[in-house]
């Protein structure tokens, strides 16, 4: 276990980029924490907290210097692996034969900085899904391999937050070669930091850093252990994949019809959803055509839509298919759970519907905000 | 590809409009060549004053049908053409001067005018569906000129067009844009208007303003209770959201009487 201090974290950032990483942290842009490209800390936001709740996004000023006062912002780290839009092929005629040509598949060197809890656990299932199962999508897993993980474990919980509920958090269990607890007792900007890979050790040993004391070890235990009883949201997540598959009559759902915008904010949010759908286009002379991946979601008309018409043709139809297939089908598909208990479906849905609220209602399990 | 003798031909048509929409295909500046190419511009006055004569492949529609005369003279149109899409809002869903639909013609009239007796136009503004068999419609206002480019091709290909109608929301997502109304409190119409801008407003951190019309499935009512709740809005200023560009597409029409008091 090691003792960052506040120059640490830009040296561990020199160093991965001296190693060749191509670098994503998070930024400030809009009133919003967004992933996007870091060259060092000066561009990550410093001494700002979010308030979150049920379609409710606000950033504000701590007043100290810590690094991690916020939590989530409505990016997640899928982007950069599940690429929203992304080329598959392109076709030629070429006289009378047709040549496709598919996009190369590439590796990439990154390095992810600030990955919270449950977002390595949405990492870890989307993996399942993208790369682990009989078929693999060859962009995801050549993007995914060698990727450098620093995790930050969570002391200050957001609003919509319920991780400790979902068993992904505050605190990493796995999955990060670097986990980082800042001690924001004192202003922020130290950091316990500890090892979860070979490389993540090399590393930590190569920014200079010093070993953590039993006093700062201890600090780091009852920060997380108090984040796990500051959830802003709780949800009983025993019992909930068996009570959600009987719900199909469930009159809850005929309520959502009204609440539900089938937007697909929520699905694009949460950093698990993988559904897509390919577009072809073409050129005007029909002489060369390409086919591009981009992210759909199971609340369009069209995802459902088979000879004659959609499947799912009401909004509480395709909640309660997302919703079922989220916290229970889930299970039987790839042995986990589709929800992290990050809350960003419940942040940035536009009429806050809360998946821990509505879960609740169906099951007449305790839970809610 | 089918084999074609001679080139298809496109004819543009206007009825009351701004011409933007039209004007937008002369705006497909790097693809106009190819166009031209594969197409035969057979009546499109704002670009020549050659016509050849019909009957002809495509006709792309502009305008809403607003007189006597442009109601007779659609039926004329479709049954010269093989393919009609309708383009821009105001083909679509009858347009900004589908305002008038809230109101009585004869008294606009009078106030406008000073020979009112002279005027001549139905007491609505409708979208050309309502007249007659629409193949495909392009929404907005004005169109995104790749839909022109995209419907044209697929035409030409023999494909379905790649038009969305879900909504902007996906967009915005797709693009990393933060959302204006859950980070900001801007009151939205994305969540129920149809894609197809590429989230233009919201990019620039505005509130989207609805110019694609209704998407697939809308729930105008409780984003109107949320514009209440949680953007502060009054109720006119809720009724004057969705009384806009596509006031005469029904669900935003309905949704705007609604909060009339």
């Known amino acids: 276990m090691y003792l ?224 796990a009883g500051k959830m802003g949201r709780t949800i009983v997540a025993d019992g909930l994949a068996a009570a959600l598959a009987g719900s199909h009559d469930h009159p809850r759902w005929e309520e959502l019809e009204d609440r539900c915008l089938a937007c697909a904010n929520c699905t694009m949010v949460c950093p698990t959803c993988y559904c897509y759908t390919v577009e072809d286009s073409t050129d005007l002379s029909g002489a060369t055509a390409a086919r591009t991946r981009v992210w759909d979601s199971c609340f369009t008309a069209d995802h459902s839509y088979l000879h004659g018409g959609s499947v799912r043709e009401t909004r509480g139809a395709r909640y309660r298919q997302w919703l079922t297939h989220k916290l229970s089908t889930w299970h039987e598909q790839f042995g986990s759970s589709g929800c992290t208990g990050c809350g960003r479906c419940i942040t940035w849905c536009p009429v806050g519907i809360d998946i821990t609220e509505e879960a609740q209602a169906v099951c007449g399990t305790a839970g809610g905000s | 590809m089918p084999l074609r003798t001679s080139k298809p031909k496109l004819a543009v048509w206007k009825f009351s409009s701004c011409d933007g929409c039209q004007l937008s295909l002369l705006d497909c500046e790097d693809e106009l ?144 844009t933060v959302c204006v109304m859950t980070a900001h409190g801007t009151p939205c119409l994305g969540p129920v208007t149809q894609a197809g801008c590429d989230a233009l407003c919201p990019r620039y951190n505005r509130g989207c303003f609805g110019c694609f019309g209704p998407r697939e499935n809308p729930n105008t009512a409780y984003l109107a209770t949320r514009y209440r709740e949680e953007c502060g809005q009054t109720p006119d200023e809720v009724l004057r959201l969705f009384r806009g560009i596509n006031a005469g597409a029904e669900p935003f029409r309905r949704e705007s009487l609604r909060h009339e008091t």
């Open chain 2, 33 to 176: 060549l190819a166009v031209a190419a594969a197409i035969e511009i057979a009546n499109f006055p704002e670009a020549s004053r050659a016509v050849v004569r019909g009957p002809y492949s495509v006709s792309l529609v502009e305008g809403s049908i607003t007189t006597p005369e442009e109601a007779e003279r659609i039926h004329k149109i479709r049954r010269n053409s093989r393919i009609v899409v309708a383009i821009g809002a105001c083909a679509t869903s009858g347009g900004l001067q589908a305002l008038r639909n809230f109101q009585d013609v004869g008294d606009l009239s009078r106030a406008v005018y000073a020979h009112p007796e002279y005027i001549e136009s139905l007491n609505n503004s409708t979208p050309i569906s309502d007249h007659i068999y629409v193949d495909h419609e392009l929404r907005g206002c004005p169109v995104n000129k790749a839909h022109l480019v995209e419907v044209l091709s697929a035409f030409l290909n023999d494909r379905k067009p790649n038009l969305p109608n879900h909504a902007v929301c996906i967009e915005c997502k797709r693009a990393g």
């Open chain 1, 4 to 227: 960052l201090e506040p120059d640490g974290l830009e040296t561990l950032l020199a160093i991965l980029r001296e190693k060749g990483y191509r670098i994503t942290g998070p930024k400030l842009r809009d009133g919003s924490v967004v992933l996007g490209t870091i060259d060092s800390t000066a561009s990550m936001p410093r001494g700002i907290r979010d308030h979150q709740g049920p379609g409710r996004y606000r950033l504000e000023e701590t007043g100290d210097d810590s690094w991690f006062s916020y939590t989530l912002g409505s990016d997640s780290w899928k982007k950069l692996f599940f690429h929203p839009n992304k080329p598959l092929f392109n076709a030629r005629r070429d006289g009378g034969l047709l040549q496709i040509e598919p996009e190369p598949v590439r590796e990439s060197l990154q390095a992810l900085i600030g990955v919270r809890p449950c977002e390595l656990q949405a990492l870890a299932v989307q993996d399942r899904v993208l790369a682990k199962g009989e078929f693999v999508d060859r962009h995801y897993a050549a993007s995914r391999k060698g990727t450098f993980i620093v995790a930050v474990n969570c002391t200050v919980p957001g609003g919509t937050c319920f991780c400790a509920s979902m068993g992904t958090g505050p605190k990493a269990s796995g999955g990060y070669d670097i986990a980082l607890t800042e001690l924001a007792a004192d202003g922020g900007g130290r950091f316990v930091a500890r090892a979860g890979t070979g490389l993540g050790e090399r590393l930590l040993a190569a920014t200079a850093c010093g070993k953590a004391d039993k006093g700062e070890i201890e600090l780091e235990r009852k920060l997380l252990e108090a984040a």
